[in-house]
């Protein structure tokens, strides 16, 4: 049995916190149809500060998540198309001179917002791409030297369609590290399509979607995940799958340091998800694929390949009893 500290503050009730994700989950369930444990992933990337990166081709709802999950949340939403026009300070924010003050006053970008959907990110230039690293890492941005904090909870969801390459800016490692998750929602089966015909039918579900959560909420959930337990064995777990990435022999760059810490800290948001205050063995397998996957450069290219190198180190590694 492991021993766990008990030395972090405690934790709101398990059934008050399970009560904030089931309330949030079925309001996007209500106007989404997405499978239910990529859902709780994205929801899981939420509450652990990360951001979440969709590989998949248009028309399956990413967008849609995007949308039921800002006005669940009664936050702000804000939605980029990227083009190989945009700029950095069309991102960022910019500063206009006041005719009237005379002096210049910064106009905050649509990155100045609760929950942003960065739609077709590899569309961007990479100069565009760069300008997201600040954000995304550390969840400020710096413009004409001044450094300005993004309003909490900051949650970014980009998209990038994996078939259509003509005229893309494939993202660098650099900027793939900074997304928790790369997730793909794939096509649904015959019956949620066709509950996606019924809720389409008479106009858009999104139309009388309410929010049921107060943005302190998120902020107490966010909280929570910190308080989280993780056992010495289960973090050596993590070491060992890391490590067994850099080892394999279809990998050329295996999974970094940060990418550990990432596979904890999802870990922990999927354990409060479940209603524990500590971390199992299954809540590292849960998250390791979308957490790892995006991560790795492989001999052959393709998430795809990421999501199979991971599968057979998850099947190698010996689980800690």
């Not at 089931?22 to 444990?37: D, I, N, Q, T, Y």
């Not at 006005?71 to 804000?78: D, G, I």
């Not at 389409?200 to 009388?208: D, F, T």
């Not at 943005?215 to 064995?233: G, K, S, Y």
């Amino acid at each position: 049995m492991f021993t766990l500290k008990t030395a972090a503050p405690p934790l709101t009730p398990a059934p008050d916190l399970a009560e904030l994700f089931a309330r949030l989950a079925a309001s996007v369930e209500a106007v989404v149809v997405v499978e239910p444990a990529r859902l709780r992933l994205i929801i899981a990337a939420l509450l652990a500060r990360g951001h979440v990166l969709l590989e998949d081709v248009p028309g399956v709802g990413k967008t849609l998540v995007a949308k039921a999950l800002a006005r669940s949340l009664a936050a702000e939403f804000k939605r980029v198309q990227c083009t190989p026009d945009l700029l950095p300070s069309d991102i960022t924010g910019s500063s206009l001179y006041d005719q009237r003050r005379q002096e210049f006053t910064f106009i905050p970008g649509p990155l100045f917002a609760h929950v942003v959907l960065l739609d077709e990110i590899n569309r961007a230039t990479p100069r565009t791409q760069s300008s997201l690293l600040e954000a995304l890492a550390e969840g400020q941005v710096t413009t004409d030297g001044v450094t300005r904090r993004l309003e909490q909870p900051f949650f970014v969801i980009a998209t990038q369609n994996p078939v259509e390459t003509a005229g893309t800016f494939p993202l660098p490692e650099a900027q793939l590290d900074r997304f928790l998750f790369s997730l793909s929602l794939g096509y649904p089966g015959a019956e949620a399509e066709l509950r996606i015909l019924e809720q389409e039918e008479h106009g858009s579900p999104l139309a009388g979607l309410q929010p049921v959560l107060a943005l302190e909420d998120v902020l107490r959930l966010q909280a929570a995940v910190l308080a989280v337990q993780v056992a010495r064995p289960l973090k050596e777990y993590i070491v060992r799958l890391v490590l067994a990435t850099r080892g394999h022999p279809d990998v050329i760059l295996g999974v970094s340091p940060r990418g550990g810490v990432a596979v904890q800290r999802a870990a922990q948001a999927v354990a409060l998800l479940a209603g524990r205050d500590f971390v199992i063995p299954d809540d590292v397998k849960a998250v390791a694929a979308a957490a790892m996957a995006h991560r790795l450069i492989t001999r052959q290219r393709g998430l795809a390949a990421g999501q199979s190198v991971v599968a057979e180190v998850l099947a190698q590694v010996p689980v800690p009893l």
